[in-house]
């Protein structure tokens, strides 16, 4: 007699109706989605089929069935043609009995199958609610996951990596009094804007601290990340602040968690998250740190299934699902975005040996390479499935940035070895100086913003960022333009210091217009605001590293000054919504990137060189340091097992 292969006759559950990967691991990965709907379908019939059967069969039949199993599970070492004796020690029980305890155990099984059946169903109904799409990215994550599980089976494990020559990270102490209280009044508002954090905000991503609880926008999704903890803990690191560090680790070791079903923006999640924790990793070599970066960034890897390899501005971090901005041109992804992976995902293949992160940043690489660029400038906008620019819009603010910004870093990071990045920023510098850049009828240089071949003369905040970037990259400028790239930085320091001088807070505003009788004015109310954001200070601190002009300490000391009077609330620090009026109202929130950049950039101003120096740390845009990485060359980790 045997056994049916659905039946639960020798105690074993019935296989869970799941196509899922716990259900086939292997076979999932290479399903197709038409093949997957109708194996779904048949097996769920199959089930159904079963179950009736079971109830509407004659007794007898059931019960033999029964009777068999029983007999395997239950009473194995009875011999039943002996007449029922006690054999071997066991107690075998009577006809009566037999009959009871039969029944007992068909109602249970009874409840077992239905039970049972009930959950395939619901399983099955479950994922016929997904999207196409959705089932498609789970496939596609399920197939990445068998890859990595058989790489991991055929490789070895890794050696360690030995860590970069790490240079200058306890270190700065100014010998001036008078710089030596300044630096003590920035660690002061750092430590106001992170023990408020701390005692209204702690876990959430950012602090309101007027209403004084957490907050949160869109790009970090609906879970609480605590993406102030992360952005800051380099901070407190460089500032001595050892217990609020300590406690900052504890939270990530305990409570960060990417396996969760929210959708974030992998340009910031990657800026924030991954570089915070990887410079957090090289400061304290504290392992957790490094961990939780490998674990984030292989949450974001499925952003890049997308036709060209142009990776989904969004994505889900359980699904795997990723999609782009609806506002973005003709679905398209975002320069900046995209762009702005190089620094971190080579550290990451350094750091795991595994040369995937470094794949799909030099595979975005090449694609723009290959690319025209409408009068040699980069646009904003291009999409990922067709691998076409959207929109002909460039900016060296807001959408392009940071593409440029990486470029130059990338160079900077390999030692000055990965000249191919070089030679792509020099080219996008050249066309922006030659399209985007002018002077102003006072004098100011400004960058403005290429719309369908038109100059809008008007410059954001975030593009003050530009004059530290020059003078980054004047050392190693092509036709050894180092004078002029360092004069270029040190006019738009001049401009963006006279945006927020020509205001009533003396602290800058969103965007600030050169046309019709106005220079380094916003004019428009919605771009007359101030969210502590860095870009200003950024600049002054890299042409206060590469000049020693002390005009830049000065300016700098006049934002730290505005930002303490109009800023601080006692439950913290937050925005503004009008630089122009002498009673602003505040946005209450305090920016994760307030305690990353700004105070972070005002504490190196008023250092000394030797904390971070230059030649040995680049810093992410979201200003966490990352060491040189002194390598043959780029293309490979650090890690000897796979050089
Ligand atoms: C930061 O998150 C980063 O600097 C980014 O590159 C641009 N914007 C914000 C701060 O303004």
């Not at 059946?117 to 498609?136: P, V, W």
């Not at 990071?413 to 002077?439: C, F, G, N, Q, V």
């Not at 009788?517 to 916003?522: H, I």
Request: charged residues 25%.
């Amino acid at each position: 007699m045997t056994t049916p292969a659905l039946l639960p006759l020798s105690g074993r559950r019935l296989p869970p109706l799941n196509l899922g990967a716990s259900a086939f691991p292997h076979h999932r990965a290479t399903l197709r989605l038409s093949e997957k709907f109708i194996l779904l379908l048949i097996l769920s019939a199959f089930i159904t089929l079963c179950f009736g059967a079971f109830f509407f069969l004659p007794d007898s039949s059931k019960h033999k069935r029964f009777d068999l199993g029983l007999e395997d599970v239950l009473i194995p070492h009875v011999d039943t043609s002996k007449g029922g004796k006690n054999l071997g020690g066991f107690l075998i029980h009577g006809q009566g009995h037999d009959e009871h305890r039969h029944r007992e155990e068909e109602e249970r099984l009874r409840n077992k199958i239905r039970a049972d059946h009930e959950k395939a169903l619901e399983e099955a109904k479950e994922k016929l609610k997904k999207s196409r799409d959705e089932i498609q990215a789970e496939i596609q994550t399920e197939k990445n996951k068998v890859v990595q599980e058989l790489k991991k089976k055929d490789s070895k494990p890794l050696p360690p990596v030995p860590l970069p020559n790490l240079i200058g990270i306890n270190s700065g102490e100014p010998a001036d009094p008078d710089i030596r209280e300044k630096r003590n009044k920035i660690k002061e508002m750092m430590k106001h804007a992170w023990d408020n954090y701390r005692q209204y905000g702690w876990g959430h991503n950012e602090l309101k601290p007027i209403a004084r609880k957490g907050h949160s926008t869109n790009i970090f999704g609906n879970s609480q990340m605590g993406a102030t903890i992360v952005d800051a803990l380099d901070t407190l690191y460089i500032m001595g602040l050892h217990d609020e560090f300590r406690e900052g680790q504890e939270w990530i070791d305990k409570n960060l968690d990417f396996s969760v079903n929210s959708e974030v923006s992998v340009f910031e999640v990657n800026i924030r998250f991954i570089g915070g924790l990887l410079a957090a990793y090289y400061l304290s070599g504290q392992e957790v740190f490094k961990i939780k970066a490998v674990q984030l960034a292989g949450k974001l890897l499925p952003a890049f299934n997308t036709p060209t390899g142009i990776p989904w501005a969004m994505v889900n971090l359980k699904s795997g699902v990723g999609r782009n901005w609806g506002w973005a041109s003709a679905g398209s992804s975002i320069l900046a975005e995209f762009g702005t992976l190089h620094m971190e995902f080579v550290h990451l293949s350094y750091l795991t040996g595994d040369p995937v992160y470094y794949n799909k940043v030099m595979h975005i690489r090449k694609l723009l390479q290959k690319m025209d660029r409408p009068n040699g400038l980069y646009p904003n906008y291009l999409n990922p499935r067709t691998g076409r620019w959207g929109q002909h819009h460039t900016s060296v603010g807001g959408l392009g940035d940071s593409f440029y910004e990486y470029l130059l870093k990338a160079w900077l990071m390999s030692d000055k070895m990965d000249t191919e990045a070089r030679k792509m920023y020099d080219d996008a510098i050249e066309a922006i100086e030659k399209h985007l850049i002018r002077k102003s009828n006072g004098g100011l240089t400004f960058i403005g913003e290429w719309k369908n071949g038109h100059l809008e003369r008007k410059m954001g905040h975030l593009t003050c960022f530009a004059g530290g970037m020059f003078a980054l990259g004047a050392d190693g400028s092509r036709d050894d333009k180092a004078g002029h790239y360092l004069q270029l930085g040190a006019e738009i320091a001049h401009t963006c210091h006279e945006s927020y001088d020509r205001t009533t807070l003396k602290l800058g505003p969103e965007a600030f217009k050169f046309d019709g009788g106005v220079e380094a004015v916003a004019v428009r109310q919605n771009e007359k605001y101030y969210i502590l954001r860095p870009e200003v200070i950024e600049t002054y601190w890299y042409m206060w590293r590469f000049t020693h002009d002390p005009k830049y300490r000065q300016w700098g000391w006049e934002a730290a000054q505005a930002i303490d009077k109009y800023c601080r609330v006692s439950g913290g620090f937050s925005g503004v919504k009008d630089v122009y009026s002498s009673s602003p109202t505040y946005d209450d929130v305090q920016q994760s990137f307030f305690l990353a950049e700004t105070l972070k950039y005002l504490y190196l101003l008023f250092s000394n060189d030797d904390l971070l120096p230059l030649d040995n740390w680049v810093f992410n845009t979201e200003a966490h340091p990352l060491p040189v990485l002194h390598l043959a060359n780029t293309t490979l980790s650090g890690n000897p097992a796979y050089r």
